[in-house]
């Protein structure tokens, strides 16, 4: 059990610490409230815009294959510490890892992930079909479960709609609605 | 050769799956031909597969051994074939009838909407029955035991539009059941003994049971054999079953499926000859009062196909008097004549039906002779088999079988002879009403005149033309004879014929097989010629697999010579005197006449179906009605407390379902929890 | 294919020999890669990516049933490079022309991570027949829903990778890579159609619970490791055999929470809770897989790690199985019957069949081993023609599942009704279909190995869940369908086949009524594909199936030898 020990201490100072530094900031620092300071960004600019701001999608897009990125390198660093005793062997199969990691980005590039251009059209589809009209492609999406008696009436609010619905693609759902 | 034998019920089962999955696509009357086809490729297999087991000499028993049904533990159920002289000889006859009727039937049913469905079931029954003649084992003779009753009931209710077809039907598959559960009881018991159902297995081991076992498993065997092959007191469904298309009646209720029970007990003989002295004695007497209560029927039926009915059922029974009697090859050997001259007969009066225009009550009938040549020689000559008049197949069989009762009680003997009687009378009361009586067609109209007159007038008010034809109508007493000539009704019968109406004789395709089967009713009874060792071919040729239900092994002795003579001599005069007598009777076509023969107690069938109705309305009713109330409060309350009970626990159990992510992820927690602490309490408890 | 093998095994050696022999201090021994055991996961696995890449590549050349073909086309491979496998693990010298090259008999491959054996090698070829029926389904599925792009066959074939991976794991952590392989891609298959938000539901559920038992396996997974000190099945197992453990404790907890893991995949009772949200909620062609594939890689799972690895231990997990056997069967057919939608209907019985499997497998038996191969062969296909109608039936929008939209069902579409009619009766265990088999065989392994009640509770359950199969046929076929529409307009709700969707439902149906009439070819391929653990190095002196170095599953002795600790 004692090898165990070290691992309790430090799981104890983890905690500890965490604790201490709320515990410091709420004693210590001073209680002054003011408008400025409950603004979002406190650098004396007055916000003109409500604060949970809609933003491209793409933002996650970025960050996420960043992360394929990170992970990357997580599993190099081993790999470079023991790079010379494994040799041909080691250099085969990180290239391959390295390959595989890769062909993700390649995925990504290839769907547009990092086209940044508004209305970039994603479908890869054909014409769906050329006799579709305004009222089928309503009735194409989520007309299921709805009465029948409703929909003469529900025609003529989402006509303006339906371009929108239309052809927008995937990356752009954030900003099209 | 004999490894073709899987081909023989294959092909009909290909032709079953082709006709269900195209016969729309294949149409009227392409798929008549296709299965026509099968059928008859089926019976050239049989034929070669005979001609094999033909040249193998020895004990003449191959068993195909196709493949294992689950093989788990000591229960394996093997699926395989056994030819044996026994069942090639089956299989030649129900393919060779089977292929004959197919092609009548291309002709009989040409004009029916669901045409294909007709042969899809056709060869679907036919795959059954020799699934139930071939197969090596109780269970495997048990699927097609219930494949035909299964077919049966599709092909009674075919026209199931009509009420009382799909009515027959019903009752033909319920009566059944009684049968079948005497059959499935015996395979039980059987299986608890040995360990197994193959034949080759238990039937010689069969001697080796205790006397009371083998009792229980003869009687219960009987028991299903009566339901199948229509004896009392389960008879009553098979006169019903003619409410299918003539075809099917020919083949399932006449030829093939109701002589399965005979089969049944003819392969089972090993378990007769083990149990105890009354059990042949009752297959014997039911046998033959069967035989004489049916006859006895068949005298005063009007409808051209129950005459026929009742006539089958008097004939099964005179099979199961022989295997009641020991006289095994007799029982094949009839039904081998039986089947010829009976498919012959109900064929023939297809035929005469479809002349008729769906005519089928014999007092609307007459001088068919001169109108359907072909089908009234066949007719004729097929009546002259069953009447047992000699040297026509009918003879040698019957007469077999009643040398063979006389030896077992010299009652038996009379009392089938009597009934020989019988038949020669009702069977020439037919063919006189039919074909040679005087022509009284046309005479439907009139009936149907009357029928529909009462609801005319209701319809039409004050109409005076209604008016008037019901009263012309009314004027009509009953049992006269009145035919209508352009609407209106002129007496006498000789000259009034409906100048519209002309009988017509049916297509080769449907009078081919009559005369096939004509020629084989003449001839079918060279089988076995009682005159030396050497003529009974049929005998020496079915010996091995018959030989177990001997006493001791050794064939009982038969009748002497003279006993032979005699009984051929006795024979030949009662159907003389029966033909003759009926044709005094009935030749003239004088309904008054002849309708002091037809009691009603018999036109009723001995009022047996409305007794059965009436204890079934009356006190049946009663104990059942209290018996529904013990099993709606005591069994249903427990079955649906269960059901309920399931459902509840169900729904409750449904509402755990909510849908809720962090509701699933804590039952998997106190799921893992579970499943931890039951390790644990393994750890704790040592 | 085979040139493709070539090609590896003359790069193998160049990479491995070469450079490690000049470096200086070698302190990590390379193993040594035996590829062709390798072929069925690398061409899966390789085929996705390159499916990927080229579609990445080279957008819109590629037709979309082109995918399918595709797809079908890689899955045949697999199976085909696992044939060759199937011959050598039974010591054939050859497989038709081919020489078969040794080592024979069953073996242990990259460093004792991989076994190959009979049980393996069949359920590859049962992942294989999965992955086409999927991709047969899915073709026109995908295209009538709008939903494009690679990216589901892409998923199929790595899930079915780390479906693969599980059957031949003789390795812990092995195990743990082929199950997140293949539950990662399951996750988004499940999440695919976009369109459809309770899709969206599924996929996220089943991400979040299947995140959650991962943890419980990983965790089990690493006690086990702590009580035995190595984490490979081989090591494990002859570690077992000399010494006792001393944390026996650590150690049973430790397989318990490996089960909760693996038993949450195949969806086992209590874990079974997602899976009637996510069994409707997904596209009816992944759940088709789910059932199928997922299920059998999640069996493959629980074999190798319980019955070979702590096959010692059979009377410590057999209790919980019993347990987990019995409450999946109960569950499975009562909360069943009482579903108004089809596909959670199926869910249910799915989990009931799941209850059937566990029961073959608690025996611990060869004949229990035998009945669950069966048992999941047979199940691959009804389950996947039963969803196949349901994907069928399902319509556009895949919303039409509930019980009263299959009323009037045989009229508008006999044929399918009549497909679909024979799928159900198999899953009820209707004589004379494979179900009846399956479900025979498994009751009997369980009987054999004592556990009567099991088996009683089995079949009393097969009674129960019968009514979940007669409410759906009665629906189709007793209850008329209600809407004049139907009559007038039959065309309208005639449902056009397709031909992919076609050609997998009549191999459906062939496999249901054919392995119900002929069980037994299947029968005794199941009872020849062993699951075996094989010590490396590979037995190459050996020249039979029984060479030396089996320390090989002695099933017999289960029962009958408590472990003493």
Same mark, same amino acid.
């Given at each position: 059990?004692?090898?165990y020990?070290?691992?309790?201490v430090?799981f104890?100072?983890?905690?500890?610490?965490?604790?201490?530094?709320?515990?410091?900031?709420?004693?210590?620092?001073?209680k002054?409230?003011?408008?400025?300071?409950?603004?979002?960004?406190?650098?004396?600019?007055?916000?003109?815009?409500?604060?949970?701001?809609r933003?491209?999608?793409?933002?996650?897009?970025?960050?996420?294959?960043?992360?394929?990125?990170?992970?990357e390198?997580?599993?190099?660093?081993?790999?470079?510490?023991?790079f010379?005793?494994?040799?041909?062997y080691?250099?085969?199969?990180?290239?391959?890892?390295?390959?595989?990691?890769?062909?993700?980005?390649?995925?990504?590039?290839?769907?547009?992930?990092?086209?940044?251009?508004?209305?970039q059209?994603?479908?890869?589809?054909?014409?769906?079909?050329?006799?579709?009209?305004?009222?089928?492609?309503?009735?194409?999406?989520?007309?299921?479960?709805?009465?029948?008696?409703?929909?003469?009436?529900?025609?003529?609010?989402?006509a303006?709609?339906?371009?929108?619905?239309?052809?927008?693609?995937h990356?752009?759902?954030?900003?099209?609605? | 050769?004999?490894?073709?034998?899987?081909?023989?019920?294959?092909l009909?089962?290909?032709?079953?799956?082709?006709?269900?999955?195209?016969?729309?696509?294949?149409?009227?009357?392409f798929?008549?031909?296709?299965?026509?086809?099968?059928?008859?490729?089926?019976?050239?297999?049989?034929?070669?597969v005979?001609?094999?087991?033909?040249?193998?000499?020895?004990?003449?028993?191959? !068993?195909?051994?196709?493949?294992?049904?689950?093989?788990?533990?000591?229960?394996s159920?093997?699926? $395989?074939?056994?030819?044996?002289?026994?069942s090639?000889?089956?299989?030649?006859?129900?393919?060779?009838?089977?292929?004959?009727?197919?092609?009548?039937?291309?002709?009989?049913?040409?004009h029916?909407?669901n045409?294909?469905?007709?042969f899809a079931?056709?060869?679907?029954?036919?795959?059954?029955?020799?699934?139930?003649?071939?197969?090596?084992?109780?269970l495997?003779?048990?699927?097609?035991?219930?494949?035909?009753?299964?077919?049966?009931?599709?092909?009674?209710?075919?026209w199931?539009?009509?009420?009382?077809?799909?009515?027959?039907?019903?009752?033909?598959?319920?009566?059944?059941?009684?049968?079948?559960?005497g059959?499935?009881?015996?395979?039980?018991?059987?299986?608890?003994?040995?360990?197994?159902?193959?034949?080759?297995?238990?039937?010689?081991?069969?001697?080796?049971?205790?006397?009371?076992?083998?009792?229980?498993?003869?009687?219960?065997?009987?028991?299903?054999?009566?339901?199948?092959?229509?004896?009392?007191?389960?008879?009553?469904?098979?006169?019903?079953?003619?409410?299918g298309?003539?075809?099917?009646?020919?083949?399932?209720h006449?030829?093939t499926m109701v002589?399965?029970?005979?089969?049944?007990?003819?392969?089972?003989?090993?378990?007769?000859?083990?149990?105890? !002295?009354?059990?042949?004695?009752?297959?014997?007497?039911?046998?033959?009062?069967?035989?004489?209560?049916?006859?006895?029927?068949?005298?005063?039926?009007y409808?051209?196909?129950?005459?026929?009915a009742?006539?089958?059922?008097?004939?099964?029974g005179?099979?199961?008097?022989?295997?009641g009697?020991?006289?095994?090859?007799?029982?094949?050997?009839?039904?081998?004549?039986?089947?010829?001259?009976?498919?012959?007969?109900?064929?023939?009066?297809?035929?005469?039906?479809?002349?008729?225009?769906?005519?089928?009550?014999?007092?609307?009938?007459?001088?068919?002779q001169?109108?359907?040549?072909i089908?009234?020689?066949t007719?004729?000559?097929?009546?002259l088999?069953?009447?047992?008049?000699?040297?026509?197949?009918?003879?040698?069989?019957?007469?077999?079988?009643?040398?063979?009762?006389?030896?077992?009680?010299?009652?038996?003997?009379?009392?089938?002879?009597?009934?020989?009687l019988?038949?020669?009378?009702?069977?020439?009361?037919?063919?006189?009403?039919?074909?040679?009586?005087?022509?009284?067609?046309?005479?439907?109209?009139?009936?149907?005149?009357?029928?529909?007159?009462?609801?005319?007038?209701?319809?039409?008010?004050?109409?005076?033309?209604?008016?008037a034809?019901?009263?012309?109508?009314a004027?009509?007493?009953?049992? !006269?004879?009145?035919?209508?000539?352009?609407?209106?009704?002129?007496?006498?019968?000789?000259?009034?014929?409906?100048?519209?109406?002309?009988?017509?004789?049916?297509?080769?395709?449907?009078?081919?097989?009559? +005369?096939?089967?004509?020629?084989?009713?003449?001839?079918?009874?060279f089988?076995?010629?009682?005159?030396t060792?050497?003529?009974?071919?049929?005998?020496?040729?079915?010996?091995?697999?018959?030989?177990?239900?001997?006493?001791?092994?050794?064939e009982? !002795?038969?009748?002497?010579?003279l006993l032979?003579?005699?009984?051929a001599?006795m024979?030949?005069?009662?159907?003389?005197?029966?033909?003759?007598?009926?044709?005094?009777?009935f030749?003239?076509?004088?309904r008054?006449?002849?309708?002091?023969?037809?009691?009603?107690?018999?036109?009723?069938?001995?009022?047996y179906?409305?007794?059965?109705?009436?204890?079934?309305? $009356?006190?049946?009713r009663? +104990?059942?009605?209290g018996?529904?109330?013990?099993?709606?409060?005591?069994?249903?309350?427990?079955?649906?407390?269960?059901?309920?009970?399931?459902?509840?626990?169900?729904?409750?159990?449904r509402r755990?379902?909510? $849908?809720?992510?962090?509701?699933?992820?804590?039952g998997v927690?106190?799921?893992?929890?579970?499943?931890?602490?039951?390790?644990?309490?393994?750890?704790?408890?040592? | 294919?085979s040139?493709?093998?070539?090609?590896?095994?003359?790069?193998a050696?160049?990479?491995? *020999?070469?450079?490690?022999? *000049?470096?200086?201090t070698?302190?990590?021994?390379?193993?040594?890669?035996?590829?062709?055991a390798?072929l069925?996961?690398?061409?899966?696995?390789?085929?996705?990516?390159?499916?990927?890449?080229?579609?990445?590549?080279?957008?819109?050349?590629?037709?979309r %049933?082109?995918?399918?073909? @595709?797809?079908v086309?890689?899955?045949?491979?697999?199976?085909?490079?696992?044939?060759?496998?199937?011959?050598?693990?039974h010591?054939?010298? &050859?497989?038709?022309?081919?020489?078969? %090259?040794?080592?024979?008999?069953?073996?242990?491959?990259?460093?004792?991570?991989?076994?190959?054996?009979?049980?393996?090698?069949?359920?590859?070829?049962?992942?294989?027949?999965?992955?086409?029926?999927?991709?047969?389904?899915?073709?026109?599925?995908?295209?009538?829903?709008?939903?494009?792009?690679?990216?589901?066959?892409?998923?199929?074939?790595?899930?079915?990778?780390?479906?693969?991976?599980?059957?031949?794991?003789?390795?812990?952590?092995?195990l743990?890579?082929?199950?997140?392989?293949?539950?990662?891609?399951?996750?988004?298959?499940?999440?695919? &159609?976009?369109?459809?938000?309770?899709?969206q539901?599924?996929?996220?559920?089943?991400?979040?619970?299947?995140?959650? %038992?991962?943890?419980f396996?990983?965790?089990?997974v690493?006690?086990?490791?702590?009580?035995?000190?190595?984490?490979?099945?081989?090591?494990?197992?002859?570690?077992?055999?000399?010494?006792?453990?001393? &944390?026996?404790?650590?150690?049973?907890i430790?397989?318990?929470?490996?089960?909760?893991?693996?038993?949450?995949?195949?969806?086992?009772?209590?874990?079974?809770?997602?899976?009637?949200?996510?069994?409707?909620?997904?596209?009816?062609?992944?759940?088709a897989?789910?059932?199928?594939?997922?299920?059998?890689?999640?069996?493959?799972g629980?074999?190798?790690?319980?019955?070979?690895?702590f096959?010692?231990f059979?009377?410590?997990?057999?209790?919980v199985?019993?347990?987990?056997?019995?409450?999946?069967?109960?569950?499975?057919?009562?909360?069943?019957?009482?579903?108004?939608?089809?596909?959670?209907?199926?869910?249910?019985?799915?989990?009931n &069949?799941?209850?059937?499997?566990?029961?073959?497998?608690?025996?611990?038996?060869?004949?229990?081993?035998?009945?669950?191969?069966?048992?999941?062969?047979?199940?691959?296909?009804?389950?996947?023609?039963s969803f196949?109608?349901?994907?069928?039936?399902?319509?556009?929008?895949?919303?039409?599942h509930d019980l009263?939209?299959?009323?009037?069902?045989?009229?508008?579409?006999?044929?399918?009704?009549?497909?679909?009619?024979?799928?159900?009766?198999?899953?009820?265990?209707?004589?004379?279909?494979?179900?009846?088999?399956?479900?025979f065989?498994?009751?009997?392994?369980?009987?054999?190995?004592?556990?009567?009640h099991?088996?009683?509770?089995?079949?009393?359950?097969?009674?129960?869940?019968?009514?979940?199969?007669?409410?759906?046929?009665?629906?189709? @076929?007793?209850a008329?369908?209600?809407?004049?529409?139907?009559?007038?307009?039959?065309?309208?709700?005639?449902?056009?086949?397709?031909?992919?969707?076609?050609?997998?439902?009549? *191999?459906?149906?062939?496999?249901?009524?054919?392995?119900?009439?002929?069980?037994?070819?299947?029968?005794?391929?199941a009872?020849?594909?062993?699951p075996?653990?094989?010590?490396?190095?590979?037995?190459?002196?050996?020249?039979?199936?029984?060479?030396?170095?089996?320390?090989?599953?002695?099933?017999?002795?289960?029962?009958?030898t408590?472990?003493?600790r």
């Open positions: 059990m004692s090898s020990l070290p691992v309790l430090l104890v100072l983890a905690v500890a610490f965490g604790l201490l530094s709320l515990l410091v900031s709420i004693t210590l620092s001073p002054a409230r003011s408008q400025a300071k409950e603004a979002p960004y406190e650098c004396g600019i007055v916000p003109g815009r409500e604060a949970p701001e933003f491209p999608v793409k933002f996650f897009l970025v960050a996420m294959i960043f992360i394929v990125f990170d992970i390198i997580i599993f190099f660093f081993p790999w470079a510490v023991v010379r005793e494994l040799g041909g080691g250099l085969a199969v990180i290239g391959i890892f390295a390959a595989l990691v890769f062909e993700s980005f390649v995925y990504l590039i290839g769907n547009g992930a990092l086209e940044w251009g508004p209305r059209r994603q479908r890869r589809a054909e014409i769906v079909s050329p006799d579709r009209t305004l009222t089928s492609t309503i009735r194409r999406v989520g007309a299921e479960g709805r009465p029948a008696a409703l929909e003469p009436a529900a025609l003529a609010p989402a303006h709609h339906a371009p929108g619905h239309g052809d927008h693609g990356g752009d759902h954030g900003a099209a609605a | 050769m004999l490894r073709l034998t899987w081909l023989i019920p294959a009909p089962l290909l032709g079953f799956v082709l006709l269900a999955l195209f016969g729309k696509r294949l149409g009227n009357p798929a008549g031909w296709v299965g026509t086809f099968f059928a008859t490729g089926s019976f050239v297999a049989a034929v070669l005979f001609a094999g087991l033909y040249q193998a000499g020895g004990e003449r028993n191959f !068993e195909q051994h196709l493949f294992t049904w689950l093989p788990a533990g000591d229960f159920v093997d699926i $395989g074939f056994l030819v044996d002289p026994l090639a000889t089956m299989i030649l006859f129900v393919t060779g009838i089977a292929a004959l009727i197919h092609l009548y039937s291309i002709g009989y049913m040409h029916d909407e045409f294909p469905k007709f079931y056709l060869n679907l029954f036919v795959f059954s029955m020799l699934m139930l003649v071939l197969g090596n084992n109780l495997l003779t048990f699927l097609g035991w219930e494949g035909v009753g299964a077919c049966s009931y599709f092909l009674i209710s075919f199931f539009q009509k009420e009382a077809n799909a009515s027959a039907g019903k009752k033909a598959f319920i009566t059944n059941r009684v049968g079948d559960w059959f499935m009881v015996a395979i039980f018991v059987v299986f608890l003994k040995f360990g197994s159902l193959n034949y080759s297995v238990i039937l010689p081991a069969a001697g080796g049971l205790a006397r009371t076992t083998a009792t229980f498993i003869a009687v219960m065997l009987f028991v299903g054999a009566c339901g199948k092959s229509a004896q009392i007191p389960l008879y009553i469904w098979l006169p019903d079953a003619m409410a298309p003539t075809p099917v009646s020919a083949l399932i006449a030829a002589t399965a029970g005979v089969y049944l007990m003819v392969r089972c003989n090993a378990f007769i000859a083990a149990s105890a !002295e009354w059990v042949s004695w009752l297959i014997a007497a039911v046998g033959c009062l069967t035989a004489f209560v049916a006859a006895m029927v068949g005298t005063s039926q409808d051209i196909k129950k005459v026929l009742y006539s089958t059922v008097s004939q099964l005179y099979m199961f008097l022989a295997v009697s020991g006289a095994y090859v007799a029982a094949i050997f009839h039904m081998i004549t039986h089947a010829f001259f009976k498919a012959c007969l109900f064929l023939g009066s297809g035929s005469v039906i479809h002349g008729m225009g769906d005519e089928q009550d014999m007092r609307f009938m007459g001088r068919l001169r109108f359907l040549p089908t009234s020689a007719f004729i000559v097929a009546w088999a069953i009447a047992g008049v000699p040297p026509f197949s009918g003879f040698w069989s019957k007469d077999e079988i009643l040398e063979f009762a006389y030896l077992k009680s010299p009652i038996l003997g009379f009392l089938g002879l009597v009934t020989a019988i038949t020669a009378y009702y069977m020439t009361r037919q063919v006189t009403m039919v074909f040679w009586a005087p022509a009284r067609w046309g005479e439907h109209a009139v009936r149907e005149e009357v029928a529909l007159a009462p609801a005319a007038v209701v319809a039409a008010g004050e109409g005076e033309e209604a008016d034809e019901a009263a012309a109508a004027e009509v007493p009953a049992g !006269e004879v009145v035919t209508l000539v352009n609407g209106l009704p002129v007496e006498g019968h000789e000259a009034v014929v409906d100048p519209h109406f002309h009988p017509h004789e049916s297509g080769p395709e449907m009078t081919i097989p009559l +005369i096939v089967l004509a020629v084989l009713a003449v001839f079918g009874g089988l076995n010629l009682p005159f060792h050497g003529t009974e071919f049929l005998a020496s040729w079915l010996e091995p697999a018959v030989r177990l239900g001997y006493p001791g092994g050794l009982p !002795e038969g009748p002497s010579p032979k003579v005699l009984f001599a024979s030949t005069l009662v159907a003389a005197a029966g033909i003759a007598y009926a044709r005094s009777v030749k003239d076509g004088d008054a006449k002849a309708a002091r023969f037809e009691p009603a107690l018999l036109q009723d069938a001995w009022r179906d409305r007794a059965v109705t009436a204890f079934m309305g $009356g006190p049946g009663r +104990i059942f009605d018996l529904a109330w013990f099993d709606r409060t005591v069994v249903d309350g427990a079955v649906n407390g269960t059901g309920v009970l399931i459902r509840s626990v169900g729904r409750g159990a755990i379902q909510s $849908g809720y992510v962090r509701s699933y992820a804590l927690a106190v799921g893992a929890v579970v499943v931890v602490v039951l390790m644990a309490v393994r750890v704790l408890s040592f | 294919m040139s493709l093998a070539a090609v590896l095994a003359q790069a050696p160049g990479l491995t *020999a070469g450079p490690a022999a *000049a470096a200086p070698p302190t990590i021994t390379v193993p040594d890669i035996e590829w062709t390798l069925p996961i690398l061409v899966l696995g390789l085929g996705a990516v390159l499916l990927l890449t080229l579609t990445s590549l080279a957008r819109g050349t590629v037709t %049933s082109g995918y399918a073909i @595709y797809t086309l890689v899955a045949t491979g697999a199976m085909a490079t696992a044939a060759p496998l199937w011959g050598r693990v010591a054939w010298d &050859h497989l038709g022309k081919w020489e078969l %090259s040794p080592p024979y008999g069953p073996f242990s491959a990259v460093a004792g991570a991989i076994g190959v054996d009979g049980f393996s090698v069949f359920i590859t070829l049962l992942i294989g027949v999965a992955v086409i029926l999927g991709a047969l389904l899915a073709d026109d599925y995908l295209r009538r829903e709008g939903i494009d792009g690679p990216e589901y066959y892409v998923l199929l074939l790595l899930s079915a990778t780390g479906g693969v991976i599980m059957a031949m794991a003789n390795d812990l952590i092995v743990f890579l082929g199950l997140e392989t293949l539950s990662i891609a399951v996750y988004v298959l499940a999440a695919i &159609h976009l369109k459809r938000v309770q899709s539901e599924a996929g996220l559920k089943y991400f979040v619970l299947g995140g959650f %038992s991962s943890a396996f990983l965790y089990g690493a006690m086990v490791y702590g009580a035995t000190g190595s984490t490979n099945l081989v090591q494990i197992k002859d570690l077992l055999a000399v010494k006792v453990p001393t &944390h026996n404790a650590l150690l049973l430790g397989l318990g929470l490996m089960l909760v893991g693996l038993g949450f995949k195949v969806a086992a009772v209590p874990f079974h809770s997602w899976s009637p949200d996510v069994y409707d909620g997904a596209p009816s062609p992944v759940a897989f789910m059932a199928s594939g997922v299920k059998a890689a999640g069996f493959a629980l074999t190798r790690a319980f019955l070979l690895g096959g010692q059979a009377s410590d997990w057999q209790p199985l019993y347990f987990l056997a019995a409450a999946s069967m109960l569950v499975g057919a009562i909360v069943g019957i009482t579903q108004t939608n089809v596909k959670r209907a199926l869910a249910y019985s799915s989990i &069949h799941a209850g059937f499997m566990l029961m073959a497998l608690q025996a611990a038996s060869p004949k229990g081993v035998t009945g669950l191969l069966f048992y999941l062969a047979t199940y691959t296909f009804m389950t996947v023609g196949g109608i349901a994907t069928l039936a399902g319509r556009t929008g895949d919303g039409h009263a939209d299959y009323r009037g069902f045989s009229r508008t579409n006999p044929a399918l009704a009549g497909l679909f009619v024979l799928f159900l009766l198999g899953q009820s265990g209707f004589p004379l279909t494979s179900g009846f088999v399956a479900k065989g498994s009751i009997a392994a369980a009987v054999d190995a004592g556990s009567w099991l088996a009683v509770i089995g079949m009393v359950s097969a009674a129960i869940s019968a009514f979940i199969y007669l409410r759906i046929i009665v629906a189709m @076929y007793m008329e369908s209600d809407t004049e529409a139907a009559e007038k307009a039959p065309k309208a709700a005639r449902i056009k086949v397709p031909f992919g969707a076609g050609l997998a439902l009549v *191999a459906c149906a062939l496999a249901t009524i054919g392995f119900g009439i002929l069980p037994n070819g299947l029968n005794r391929v009872g020849e594909a062993e075996v653990l094989v010590k490396e190095p590979v037995p190459a002196a050996a020249s039979g199936a029984d060479g030396a170095g089996l320390t090989g599953l002695d099933l017999t002795t289960i029962p009958t408590p472990t003493t």
